[in-house]
């Protein structure tokens, strides 16, 4: 074992709820409000350090992707989530993204990144976003759970102030109608609100500050028991409390030398759950 996989383990054994993996792929053993997620994050086609390769790097990250649709396709999950930064550049959203949307087999669903929207939330990123997939925040019922997709863009710069309110007013109502979830509630969005430790200060990586211990409490309040995320490119498992915040390899850039690929969020209840690595 090498010091990473020891970090790792280290870091899944400090985790209250982790716990024993549900059924095996394609078990005939099947329960009531079990739900399958494939979780894809961070796809940024042609994301490279050196920008004289954007082009080769698209292409290759592209590829990929296109390969993971396929992964998934077979695995055949309830739902796929794909928590953000579709491409590096947010002029390029609509150059593949219809096409590939429509390769899934399963439903899905995106959360905006900082990629998408701009470090300052702009109407033409918004819209051009907004094209391409339908809406930047969501809920939708899933075998009994109930599952918020938001834009965590809004908790940033913005020249859409009133849509920002606008923003806040929904999530507030949907956490409230959650509770009627018992628990059974799996929240997303690209940036996680902390990547290392709830109380670290303020960084590229993590929600802003203040208010981020306010909205973690309500998220507990709401029932929400999963937060599911991308934006630092590193796998992740951390917990606030009870709640249980989620982060995936990537298939563009793994900061964290992890392989490529995606992870398969299965789960029964807040006890009984996975969230296995599949390899593109
Ligand atoms: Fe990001």
Redesign the pocket.
């Given at each position: 074992m090498d010091r990473r996989e020891f970090l790792l383990g280290s870091a899944l054994a400090a985790l209250p709820a982790f716990a024993k993996s549900g059924a095996p792929y394609g078990s005939p053993e099947s329960h009531a409000g079990r739900i399958r997620i494939a979780h894809l994050t961070?796809p940024?086609f042609g994301f490279d350090w050196t920008p004289q390769d954007n082009e080769a790097k698209y292409a290759a990250d592209l590829a990929r992707f296109e390969s993971a649709v396929a992964r998934v396709n077979d695995i055949k999950p309830d739902l796929v989530l794909i928590t953000?930064?579709m491409t590096h550049k947010a002029e390029d959203l609509a150059r593949d993204w219809p096409r590939l949307l429509g390769m899934f087999k399963v439903p899905v669903v995106v959360a905006p990144?900082?990629?998408d929207m701009g470090q300052m939330v702009s109407k033409e990123n918004r819209d051009r976003y907004l094209s391409v997939f339908g809406s930047d925040y969501q809920s939708l019922d899933v075998k009994g759970w109930r599952v918020i997709v938001g834009n965590t863009q809004f908790w940033y710069k913005t020249e859409l102030v009133d849509e920002q309110l606008k923003y806040e007013e929904w999530l507030k109502a949907e956490l409230e109608k959650a509770k009627l979830y018992g628990g059974r509630v799996i929240l997303a969005g690209?940036?996680p609100p902390f990547a290392h430790a709830f109380d670290e200060g303020n960084s590229y990586e993590n929600y802003p500050k203040e208010g981020r211990e306010a909205r973690l409490l309500a998220y507990r309040n709401a029932g929400v028991k999963f937060y599911i995320c991308?934006?630092?490119?590193r796998m992740s498992m951390h917990g606030y409390k009870d709640l249980v915040i989620l982060n995936a390899e990537t298939t563009s850039l793994n900061f964290d030398r992890r392989p490529f690929g995606f992870r398969l969020f299965d789960a029964v209840d807040e006890c009984d759950w996975s969230y296995k690595f599949v390899n593109v």
């Amino acid at each position: 074992m090498d010091r990473r996989e020891f970090l790792l383990g280290s870091a899944l054994a400090a985790l209250p709820a982790f716990a024993k993996s549900g059924a095996p792929y394609g078990s005939p053993e099947s329960h009531a409000g079990r739900i399958r997620i494939a979780h894809l994050t961070d796809p940024q086609f042609g994301f490279d350090w050196t920008p004289q390769d954007n082009e080769a790097k698209y292409a290759a990250d592209l590829a990929r992707f296109e390969s993971a649709v396929a992964r998934v396709n077979d695995i055949k999950p309830d739902l796929v989530l794909i928590t953000g930064d579709m491409t590096h550049k947010a002029e390029d959203l609509a150059r593949d993204w219809p096409r590939l949307l429509g390769m899934f087999k399963v439903p899905v669903v995106v959360a905006p990144g900082n990629h998408d929207m701009g470090q300052m939330v702009s109407k033409e990123n918004r819209d051009r976003y907004l094209s391409v997939f339908g809406s930047d925040y969501q809920s939708l019922d899933v075998k009994g759970w109930r599952v918020i997709v938001g834009n965590t863009q809004f908790w940033y710069k913005t020249e859409l102030v009133d849509e920002q309110l606008k923003y806040e007013e929904w999530l507030k109502a949907e956490l409230e109608k959650a509770k009627l979830y018992g628990g059974r509630v799996i929240l997303a969005g690209h940036i996680p609100p902390f990547a290392h430790a709830f109380d670290e200060g303020n960084s590229y990586e993590n929600y802003p500050k203040e208010g981020r211990e306010a909205r973690l409490l309500a998220y507990r309040n709401a029932g929400v028991k999963f937060y599911i995320c991308g934006h630092t490119h590193r796998m992740s498992m951390h917990g606030y409390k009870d709640l249980v915040i989620l982060n995936a390899e990537t298939t563009s850039l793994n900061f964290d030398r992890r392989p490529f690929g995606f992870r398969l969020f299965d789960a029964v209840d807040e006890c009984d759950w996975s969230y296995k690595f599949v390899n593109v």
